[in-house]
Every structure is written in structure tokens, then in C-alpha cells.
């Protein structure tokens, strides 16, 4: 086997934890659901084996606590597990490896992670997919017009551009009523009515415009909302997206084909300088001092000099990598503009953000032949079912009990 996984499975072998090192005590409740220490460092062993991004011990934790909570709404709803498509899950997996299930299973059990939790995190996926598509699985249905503005997206003639409104609610004070709040504002289809939920609860400074965004190429977007925005009707408004410390919603209310060649990037760069106070005039009048007297993101060392190394971060990322509200205040700046519209830390920091620049990629070719339109169907209707996923995991987060 010559694949990356198992290349990331033999760089870390050594690693493996004892048995006698393992504890089946409690680590985490959630709700009436218990996570062990066993269960988080046996997701550590996987995540690490699949060479997943990030810290794996906080992504462990993460997806466990999601897994708990995913379990407790499937049982709720009565959904079954399907040992069919938990068996399918894992033959996709050890197919990535161009392997058979068992021999799989076996190289995996050989590195510290048993059948049983594998298991576990093929059934959590299988059960949460069911319970979607039961739950929200009519309420998707694709028009031809949806299907043609998403073959004009991936041609490699010509690009996509599109005119949004964004609402920012924040979930710091009161997690619970936030998401009623955005799952209330989701079902809006008034231009008119959006703007003005805009003007009364966004956090974003687009609230003073009624939350309207200029024109912008979709490939800069993240693309996650590139998908949830292809899927829209004009005046349609996106699921609650959770990003930090806010729910985002997105109304599409415009989509043009341009002339211009679509253009993806395969890296951005972008720096962040974070200023005490949020969006105090202070802060503010800070952020335009530093933005005043820098032209470029390099400028922003020397404004940092002598300071705590994290009040810069400079950061190179695949889009896919970048965090949802960085990313969409990116796709909003040209090279070496700025934006003081984020903050962090509950909105005690402001995040001065500078877009250093982009590295295009080349399109994918389109197959010749005809345009496999059911296929495009199928992809559209699962991008707006992962979009109500997100929204109700979002809900069911924000209500639950968590202790550690």
C-alpha cells in the first residue's frame, strides 16, 4: 500500500498509546451522554492515522462532543442505524487506501485504533445523513434554473458573480436565542424585510447598509458558501452558518455570468492585527491610524514591533483552510486593502484584517461530452441538505449541556 494514508499511518506508529495508559472514565458529558478519555485519545489515534489538519486532540473532542449530540437527535427521531451503509462507509474509507474492509480494519488495529471505534465514527455520519434527509430532505427541491447556473459555475470559460446581504448574530450572550433569532430571519424572502433584520441584529458593519454587499467573483468566497449560494433562489436566504462567535446568513439576491475567465485560488495570504477594546472609538481609531500609514501587509511588522508576538498573525492557507468569517471579509478586499469589521475574544478585540495577496490555480477541465445533469442534481440537493446539517447541529449545540 503506497498511499498517503498509509504513510501517515507508518510516521505514526510510535506514537501508540499503552493500553495501561487508557482510561474508560468519564472525560465529558453531554447532556445524558458520556465521553471517555478512552474514546478521545482512540479519535486522537484515528485523526492522526487519516492525517487530519488541525490539532487532533481538539478536533478529537470536537467531533466526539458533535457525535454525542448527533446520537442523542437520531434517537430521538427514532432513526435506525443502517448496518448496510455503516459496512459501504467503511469500504469507502479502505478503498482511499486501495484496500479491502478487513485488511483495512487490521492495519489500523495493528496502529491503536480497535474495529469499534472506526466503527463509531462511520455509524455517527450514517445515522446523523438519515436523520437529515428524513428531516429536511423535502424541503429541497432544484429547478432547471438551479441546475444551469451551476454548470455556468464550474465552466472554464467565464466566471460567476454575485450580489449577497449578510446578518451577523452574535452567540456569546445568549446561544439559544441567537439561533431561534437566525433560524426565524433563514425562512425571510423580502429584500426589503433582510435589510432591514440587518439594520436591527447584525454585529457586521454592512448593518448601516441594510447588510448589502457589493458584486463579487464566487470563487473568492469560501467554498462552503460558494456551494450554499450556488444552491439559493434570488431572494432566498442560506441556514444559519455558524462561524466564530456568530451565526451568518446570507441572502443571495443577484447572479450574473461574466466574460472574465474564472479564476480559483489555490492560496491566500492574509495577516490579522488585533487591537484591544472591539469596536470601541478607541479601537477604531487605532485601526485607522495603523491602515492610514501601511500600504502593504509587511508594513504591519514594524506597527507590531516590540509588542506580545500574537497581536500579528500572518497566515497562508488554501481557502478551504480559512476560517468562515475571515474568509468571507477576504473575498470582500482587493490586495493590501483592509477591514476593521471582525472582532474576537466575545468582542473585546478587533481584528484588523489585510488580504496580502492571492495565488490563482487552474480551473478543472470540464469532460466533453454531455453535462451529467442528475449528477449536478444530486450534488446541489446534498449542499443544501449540509446546509440545514450545520444549522441544526449549530442548534443543537447551543442548547446542550457540556461538562468537562
Known sequence: MTTALLVGMTAVTSTAIPAAAQSFGPAIRVNDKVITQYEIDQRVRLLQLLNAPGDPRALARDQLIEDRLKLGATEQFGVKTDEAAIADGIKEFAGRANMEPDAFLAAIARDGVSKQTFRDFIAAGVAWRTLI???????VEISEGDVDRAIASQANVGGVRV???EIFIPTAQDPAQAQALANQISQIRSVSEFSSAAMKYSAASTRDNGGKVDWMDITSLPPTLQSVLMGLSTGQVSQPLPVDGALALFQLRGMQETTAAKVSYSAIDYAIYYIDGGRTPEALGRAKQITDKIDTCDDL?????GQPEQVLARETKAPGEIPQD???????????ETSVN???NNG???ELVMLCGRTPSNAPETEDGKVNRAEIVTQLQNRRLASYADGYLAQ?????????
Open 133 to 139: 434527509r428524513g428531516r429536511y430532505g423535502n424541503k
Open 163 to 165: 450580489l449577497i446581504s
Open 301 to 305: 511588522y514594524a506597527v507590531a514591533k
Open 326 to 336: 475571515i474568509a468571507i471579509e477576504l473575498a470582500k478586499l482587493d490586495d493590501n
Open 342 to 344: 471582525l472582532t474576537a
Open 348 to 350: 473585546q478585540t478587533l
Open 396 to 404: 443543537l449545540r447551543a442548547e446542550a449541556r457540556i461538562v468537562e
